[in-house]
């Protein structure tokens, strides 16, 4: 039967048989292994909820609270995929269950055993609640024990895992099918283009039989074929006679003349088409970087901004930590995209650079203070050394070049597993108007070769793209450094060798500007002495350097011991020192010793700032009286160490002395957006801060609350189905002319990132514009700028109690727990609850701590019930752990009747409560 089938046969069996047979092979595996892994991932889902739900229901079945127990079971029926849920005692009697009846056997589990039965439709699981459930629900009361307490059971069902399947199985059958038919189409090309020639030939030799000799055969497109060919097309020619092969050759030539003029007007045609063909595409792709922008930033302005509100709220440790990472993740998201759009934005050439007075010192240490907390976690120390050499005040993008420098750093911390990174600013040359300026970034890293060094400066590469590479990111950091300096009119480099480190450069030339008043020497730090300590001589030195760039007389020493005796010698001279400045951390300089430090100096008339890392600021905080003061965070800044220094030599008028201004109205704003998420966002923020905000989905309904009332601001989104910002500016802006008002200001809160977006904007009557995502900050400083009217801080420092007499302290004020709770009746309930809960616990601590002589965990222990209480309406207790705690950190002698008193303040406010809810 082979032997029958023609060619095109053949090869349609050839190609399709094995085909057919390995697609069916495969996409039966694969559809297999899928259900599997759906089947599995239910079981493993059903198990988490399980744990999940024995974590919130264990205080219930301990309690035999059946409502609770209830409300757990109804909450768990949101979960994906849950269809029942029971709650059961030691001895399975029920006691809620929520959801239809569950089918099939109960699964037998023994005691403390879990227990699962799969059914065609269902899965049922039996999960046992352990007293251990309850520590984890938050409850720090509860044991660590063992005991069961109770049943869980679920029903998971299976519908969606097999909706799945049959998705999947369809799926493969599809692109089998596809696979079979794109197959089969290519076999019957192929099979064509062995028939086709072979008829072609057949043809031309009937031709030449007939006397035709002026019949060729063309290329037939394989090797033989065209042998062949070329053997009938010899065999016609040698027929042929001396004036035929002459005319033939002429007439060849004439053809091969007009075959070139036509193939050089296909190309010209050709490469019109495509001249056009890109300059649409770099229209569409404007468009599209634009649009991008829009559908990108805005559902992550809800993201981050929800995300900082929730923040806020009353979270447990877990989801704090939960909400932190998503938190990071979205602003790792929104840096990478921004990347892509300066990338795509510098191709273009659209890019567009400010020109406007900056502080170069201030610059580098701005972006110094925003990756410090990044540097700290690895231990590395970051430094800046500006020379004095160099202009402070000069005229360029200081937004720009921070963006190259927080690269260059960044990559630095990435890439440095311990030592330093510094950041250095000197001049190269200068004229009368201009600055030839050189910032470097040296680090003490891993180091780059040679090969990494040539790739270094390429788009979407890497020094490091293994599979184990240690940082991640876009690759496009380095070459959107590159492409801005190269756009100032300046240089980068990189100087690197491998295992001790590299050193990025930048050379760039700025016009220079008016010098900043704030960089004048302050008159009453002129010639003052001061005493530093540093024990590392790098950060010792460019702690003297900043000391002497405020007018001051450093004297550096590299211990405490040298810091002290200095001080306590200068007493006796004509001009004592009077201030110090303590570089610590815990490492070199405990917080023990640095008290009796500070301590030491008080004695000898001498005011102190320490600085530490950000990573330990909260531990020196508690050492420290005026930490606003006192404690400043690595790098130090210039400008706050100056206010500091000026703020300890002169203290300012208290606040509470000071002139109150009386308060302003409240703004009344409309947000315009219709996007739901963003809108409420931005309607909590502006509440939350004290403003009278109404809403608009689209720009009909903005267009007529602009007309019944009058607003003081309006946000306006600027992508809108229907009526998009620009066009519903501009009718309120043509309605505000014909009936003769007064313009209100428009600001605009846009997603996009295109550098002609302002310009737009602008033209088209907005006033101003925001950039998703927001911020409180960004809100409350355009509401005041255009308004005039200011909104209630969002973060304000938290104002220093009255001392209240113990005794005549109430034990309970449920008015103050109200007011603390921002008039949450149910908030300040749970809080109060949460008190009381811990305070056995709290109590046992402290008795054991005194026990025990343990200074440290007395204070550590104190002072968390101090924050605690701060949140309650307890005035006797929170009284009591002020005194106590104050006590313990002065080494007061009184500090065990302190303690005797809190002790008694527990007991107090445990038996009111008690009684207040019998």
């Excluded at 042998?227 to 027929?239: F, K, P, T």
């Excluded at 007493?571 to 201030?579: D, F, K, T, V, W």
């Excluded at 009747?897 to 019998?918: G, K, N």
Aim: proline share 5%.
């Amino acid at each position: 039967m082979f032997n029958d089938l023609g060619i095109k046969g053949r090869v349609l069996m050839l190609t399709l048989l094995p085909t057919s047979l390995l697609a069916l092979v495969l996409g039966g595996y694969f559809t297999w292994l899928q259900l599997s892994s759906l089947q599995e991932q239910l079981q493993q889902r059903g198990q988490m909820i399980s744990e999940q739900l024995a974590t919130l229901a264990a205080p219930a079945l301990k309690s035999t609270d059946r409502a609770l127990l209830q409300r757990v079971a109804n909450h768990g029926l949101d979960q994906p995929d849950v269809r029942s849920i029971s709650f059961q005692g030691m001895d399975r009697s029920p006691l809620a269950h929520a959801g239809p009846n569950m089918l099939g056997p109960s699964p037998f589990a023994g005691e403390a055993i879990l227990g699962e039965v799969n059914l065609e439709d269902t899965t049922r699981i039996m999960y046992p609640v352990f007293d251990f459930h309850m520590s984890l629900s938050g409850d720090n009361n509860a044991e660590r024990k063992h005991d069961q307490l109770g049943w869980v059971e679920l029903e998971m069902s299976r519908h969606s895992t097999l909706i799945a399947g049959y998705r999947s199985l369809l799926t493969t059958l599809l692109l089998t099918l596809a696979g079979l038919l794109v197959t089969a189409m290519l076999a019957f090309r192929m099979s064509r283009t062995i028939n086709e020639p072979l008829l072609l030939i057949k043809q031309r030799v009937a031709q030449l039989k007939e006397g035709k000799l002026d019949t060729r055969l063309p290329l037939l497109g394989s090797h033989e074929l065209d042998e062949l060919a070329s053997g009938i097309n010899r065999m016609a020619e040698a027929l042929q006679n001396a004036q035929e092969e002459m005319q033939h050759s002429i007439d060849q030539a004439t053809e091969d003349v007009r075959q070139n003029l036509e193939t050089i007007e296909i190309q010209n045609i050709e490469l019109d088409f495509a001249r056009k063909e890109a300059l649409e595409a770099s229209r569409i792709k404007s468009e599209f970087l634009a649009n991008m922008s829009h559908e990108i930033r805005t559902p992550l302005n809800g993201i981050l901004g929800f995300t900082n509100l929730l923040l806020k709220s009353e979270l447990t440790p877990r989801q704090y930590d939960y909400l932190g990472t998503i938190e990071k993740s979205a602003d790792s998201l929104l840096s990478i995209i921004n990347e892509i759009l300066d990338f795509s934005k510098i191709e273009a050439g659209k890019l567009v650079l400010e020109n406007m007075p900056f502080n170069l010192r201030d610059l580098l240490q701005e972006t110094l203070t925003i990756l410090a907390p990044t540097a700290h976690e690895k231990q590395l120390e970051l430094l800046s050394l500006v020379y004095r050499d160099a202009p402070m005040s000069v005229v360029g993008d200081p937004l720009r070049l921070k963006q190259v420098l927080i690269n260059l750093v960044s990559n630095a911390i990435k890439f440095t597993r311990e030592g330093s990174i510094v950041i250095r600013a000197m001049l190269e040359d200068e004229t009368q108007d201009r600055a030839q300026l050189r910032i470097s970034v040296q680090d003490t890293g891993i180091g780059l070769s040679e090969e990494d060094l040539r790739a270094l400066f390429q788009a979407f590469s890497q020094a490091d793209n293994s599979m184990s590479r240690q940082a991640g990111g876009s690759g496009l950091g380095l070459v959107i450094s590159k492409r801005l300096i190269e756009q100032m009119g300046g240089e980068i480099g990189v100087d690197s060798t491998p295992g001790q480190g590299s050193e990025f450069w930048i050379s760039i030339n700025l016009p220079k500007a008016r010098n900043d008043i704030e960089d004048l020497p302050r008159p009453l730090l002129q010639g003052r002495r001061v005493a530093m300590m540093e024990s590392r001589e790098l950060a010792r030195q460019a702690l003297q350097h900043q000391l002497e760039d405020c007018a001051l007389v450093a004297e550096a020493y590299a211990t405490p011991d040298l810091l002290l005796d200095a001080v306590a010698s200068s007493q006796h001279s004509a001009e004592p020192i009077g201030l110090a400045v303590i570089g610590a951390s815990t490492l070199e300089l405990p917080p023990e010793q640095l008290d009796k430090c500070i301590r030491a100096l008080e004695q000898l008339s001498c005011n102190s700032i320490v600085l530490c890392p950000t990573t330990e600021l909260a531990i020196y905080h508690q050492i420290l009286q005026s930490t606003q003061t006192q404690l400043q965070a690595k790098p130090a800044c210039t400008r706050k160490l100056q206010r500091a220094m000026i703020e300890l030599i002169s203290p300012r008028q208290p606040i509470s002395e000071q002139p109150t201004l009386a308060p302003s109205r409240a703004p009344l704003v409309l947000c315009v957006d219709d996007n739901p998420a963003n809108l409420l966002l931005v309607k909590t923020l502006l509440s939350d801060m004290g403003a009278n905000v109404a809403t608009a989905g689209n720009g009909f309904d903005a267009i007529k609350l602009t007309k019944q009332n009058v607003y003081d601001l309006i946000l306006m989104d600027v992508q809108m189905p229907g009526l998009d910002g620009r066009q519903t500016t501009e009718q309120i802006r043509q309605w505000e002319q014909d009936h003769q008002r007064q313009p209100l200001p428009i600001v605009a809160l846009t997603a996009h990132a295109m550098s002609n977006e302002k310009r737009a904007l602008l033209q088209c009557g907005m006033d101003d514009y925001l950039t998703k995502p927001v911020s409180e900050r960004q809100l409350a400083q355009v509401v005041l700028k255009w308004t005039g009217l200011g909104l209630r801080q969002y973060a304000t420092e938290p104002s220093p109690e009255p001392v209240v007499s113990i005794a005549s302290a109430k034990v309970l004020d449920n008015e103050e727990g109200l007011r603390l709770a921002a008039g949450k009746a149910d908030l300040a309930a749970d809080m109060l609850s949460m008190l009381i809960a811990g305070l056995p616990a709290d109590k046992q601590a402290i008795r054991q701590a005194r026990k025990d002589a343990d200074r440290n965990e007395l204070l550590e222990r104190v002072h968390r019930l101090h924050g605690a209480t701060r949140y309650c309406g307890v005035p006797q207790l929170r009284a009591a752990c002020q005194r106590s705690e104050t006590f313990l950190k002065q080494e007061n002698p009184e500090v065990d009747s302190a303690l005797d008193a809190l002790e008694a303040a527990i007991e107090t406010l445990a038996r009111e409560v008690s009684a207040v809810q019998q």
